[in-house]
Every structure is written in C-alpha cells, then in structure tokens.
C-alpha cells in the first residue's frame, strides 16, 4: 500500500513568491496533518483535518499560511508571500479514526526560500 | 502550551551499549507514542503507549509509560548503527477514541558507531 505521498520534494523559491505545497494521504484515513519542522523549534502542528474540515489552524503562523483539503485524497498548503523564514521541512501525516493519534508521515518537502 | 521536554538531546555511543532516553511533561497524556526519524524523511511510529505503568517490547527497545502517564522512557538494547536516528515523543489528550492532535517533544538525537 502507498504511504503518504508529498510533493515537491524539494523546492527552492525566492522571497515574495507563492509556494504550493502538496499531500496525497493514505486512502481511507480521515485525519490529515500538516507540520512544519526546524532545529530551532521541533516537529510543530500547523493545521489539521477530519472528514475534509479543518479542525484547529491555531499553529498557522501568519495569514500567509493557508491549507485546504477539496476532497479525502488531496490536500494543499500555500505560502503566499514566502519569506526566508519559512524555510523549513513541512510534512503531511495522515491517520485513522479511532486510532487519530497514530500519525502515518509523509517524506517531507524541504522548502529553502531565499 | 503543553511541553515535552526529552534528554538527553544527544547520544553518542557505539554498538553493543545500551542506553535509556527521557520524555518528561507536567501534563497528563491520554497516549503517548514514540517515533524514530532518520535523515530525509518523516517521523516513522515505533510504539503506544495508553495505560499507566504500560511496558512494551520492540525487539531490542523497551518503552515504559510513567504510572502517572506523565513520562516515559525507551530503552535500547546492545545498540546497533541501524538505531541511529532522531527519537521523538509525542503526547496526546482527550479521549483515545477522538484524541488526535498530537504535541512533540524536543527530540533525541542518537549516533551508534562500529
């Protein structure tokens, strides 16, 4: 079976552009997740979903952070303007219903904005 | 703003040693799971952990939950270099069937050499 599936993974952007982030989660889960991760700051929960609704957007750092889920298999987060501390991994992690704590993570796409 | 602190941050050490790592909270959590991240990819879930005083065996990694559910520990076993990684708690609160918004700790970093 097909894990989570991020893409990019890797881009490189220059300040002021808009950045699209993309999550295929694993067919069937209900929960999506969208993380960021830095050595300053850890693993940090930006925004999650159940049933394609976001949930809590509280660690959406800024109004330039925004995620949408249009359907179960697809979900986007844009920076839009980009700026050289978003750089970052951001990851997408999927999960069941009833077990909504067991996080299945994607690989991850390192955004470097210069 | 729950946190979870781990120790030790870094762990160097060669294969055949054993060795424990920390997650400490002032928090009760509902569950609490153990992830192992290696370089390029995404935190890959290890372990559970629900009831107070809970031991699990993975193999050569023991995870025990604090009898409060407030702390846990991983232990490994004659390490070997596939072990290294960065080790990550995550806490969970609220019911195990609706619980899902998890929070991280600061991480472990281990290196096990020949």
């Known amino acids: 079976d097909a894990g989570v599936i991020q893409s990019p993974r890797h881009e490189v952007t220059e300040m002021g552009q808009e950045v699209t982030l993309r999550c295929k989660p694993i067919?069937?889960?209900?929960?999506l997740f969208w993380y960021r991760q830095t050595m300053m700051r850890g693993l940090e929960l930006l925004i999650y979903f159940n049933n394609n609704v976001p949930i809590d957007d509280s660690g959406m750092p800024e109004d330039r952070f925004s995620a949408k889920m249009p359907n179960a298999s697809f979900s986007t987060l844009k920076i839009q303007p980009s700026e050289p501390r978003d750089s970052a991994v951001y990851f997408c992690?999927?999960?069941?219903?009833?077990?909504?704590?067991?996080?299945?993570f994607g690989p991850g796409t390192r955004l470097t904005v210069t | 703003t729950q946190l979870l602190e781990q120790s030790p941050q870094f762990l160097s050490i060669q294969e055949g040693e054993n060795l424990t790592v920390y997650c400490n909270s002032s928090?009760?959590?509902?569950?609490l799971q153990w992830y192992r991240q290696e370089p390029g990819e995404g935190p890959v879930l290890l372990v559970t952990v629900v009831t107070g005083g809970e031991v699990k065996k993975l193999k050569r990694l023991t995870f025990q939950f604090g009898d409060a559910r407030k702390d846990s520990s991983l232990h490994i076993t004659a390490a070997q270099p596939g072990d290294t990684g960065l080790y990550l708690c995550?806490?969970?609160?609220?019911?195990?069937?609706?619980?899902?918004?998890?929070?991280f700790g600061t991480g472990t970093r281990l290196q096990v050499t020949l």
């Open positions: 992690a999927s999960s069941h219903r009833g077990l909504a704590y067991e996080q299945y």
């Open positions: 067919s069937g889960h209900d929960y």
């Open positions: 995550a806490g969970a609160w609220g019911n195990t069937g609706t619980a899902s918004k998890l929070t």
């Open positions: 928090s009760v959590f509902s569950s």
